[in-house]
């Protein structure tokens, strides 16, 4: 029988590769557009623990140490190209230690 291929994923915190299901994603929502085109809203950046939401998504380990200096490095402002405010990390640290 065939073997099924793992799929891997960088930590942005610690830039080691891991297994996807070992990782938690990252995800910014896409922007809310008008007719026009024009943003009406940003997307909003969040933990997401089930790997279901829609958006650009970065991945982290479940260490918190790994989110430190993710946040640190602003590594995650980096992967989505966009500001993430203090408020935003801050909540994503609480939700992240009350998953451990």
Avoid: H, W
Avoid at 8 to 21: L, S
Avoid at 60 to 70: G, H, K, N, Y
């Amino acid at each position: 029988m065939k073997q099924r291929k793992v799929p891997m994923r960088k930590c942005t915190g610690c830039g080691e590769m891991k297994e996807k299901y070992q990782l938690i994603r990252v995800v910014k929502a896409p922007d809310v557009t008008d007719e026009n085109g024009e943003v009406i809203e940003k997307g909003q950046v969040s933990l997401d623990l089930t790997s279901k939401k829609s958006g650009r998504g970065a991945y982290i380990c479940r260490d918190i140490q790994c989110f430190r200096q993710a946040r640190k490095a602003r590594r995650l402002e980096r992967a989505f190209s966009c500001q993430i405010p203090d408020e935003v990390y801050d909540s994503m640290e609480k939700e992240l230690e009350q998953s451990e």
